[in-house]
């Protein structure tokens, strides 16, 4: 559910500083992506429930973590930003900074070659993603 910590399940406070995980289309120069309507938000933790210190924060051009070619202009993805959270009812969080967390083409992290399988939850296929990019720079 939006709003509340898919963790915990603890209701977030209004400003309250939070990670989202979410589906969108990027449009060059727009730091953050565009939400697709209905279902676009996968998910979204307190800053404390998942390894923030393992993100490796990426500025424009932005890159895929799994096939880690560049996103391109117009193409769907799905991103991890951190932000603060917004009134009740507003699904984009405020204050989100110049960076994302983590970026993927939409294909990419849905891709059972690229290890996704449909019973994993957002989270584990977020942890994922982690693995992935530490592969790429061997920490």
Same mark, same amino acid.
């Given at each position: 559910?939006?709003?509340?910590?898919?963790?915990?399940?603890?209701?977030?406070?209004?400003?309250?500083?939070?990670?989202?995980?979410?589906?969108?289309?990027?449009?060059?120069?727009?730091?953050?992506?565009?939400?697709?309507?209905?279902?676009?938000?996968?998910?979204?933790?307190?800053?404390?429930?998942?390894?923030? #210190?393992?993100?490796?924060?990426?500025?424009?051009? *932005? $890159? /895929?973590?799994?096939?880690? =070619?560049?996103?391109?202009? !117009?193409?769907?993805?799905?991103?991890?930003?951190?932000?603060?959270?917004?009134?009740?009812?507003?699904?984009?969080?405020?204050?989100? #900074?110049?960076?994302?967390?983590?970026?993927?083409? *939409? $294909? /990419?992290?849905?891709?059972? =070659?690229?290890?996704?399988? !449909?019973?994993?939850?957002?989270?584990?296929?977020?942890?994922?993603?982690?693995?992935?990019?530490?592969?790429?720079?061997?920490?």
């Amino acid at each position: 559910m939006v709003g509340s910590c898919s963790s915990c399940g603890k209701v977030f406070d209004k400003g309250e500083r939070v990670f989202q995980l979410a589906k969108g289309e990027y449009y060059s120069p727009a730091i953050t992506p565009t939400l697709w309507r209905g279902e676009s938000v996968l998910g979204e933790w307190h800053l404390n429930h998942l390894p923030m #210190g393992c993100f490796r924060s990426q500025y424009q051009p *932005y $890159g /895929c973590r799994f096939c880690m =070619k560049d996103i391109e202009d !117009r193409e769907a993805v799905v991103y991890g930003v951190v932000g603060h959270r917004p009134e009740v009812g507003c699904m984009r969080l405020e204050r989100r #900074g110049y960076e994302l967390q983590i970026v993927a083409h *939409y $294909g /990419c992290w849905y891709s059972r =070659k690229r290890g996704w399988s !449909r019973v994993q939850t957002p989270l584990e296929r977020l942890l994922n993603a982690l693995v992935a990019e530490e592969k790429k720079y061997g920490r």
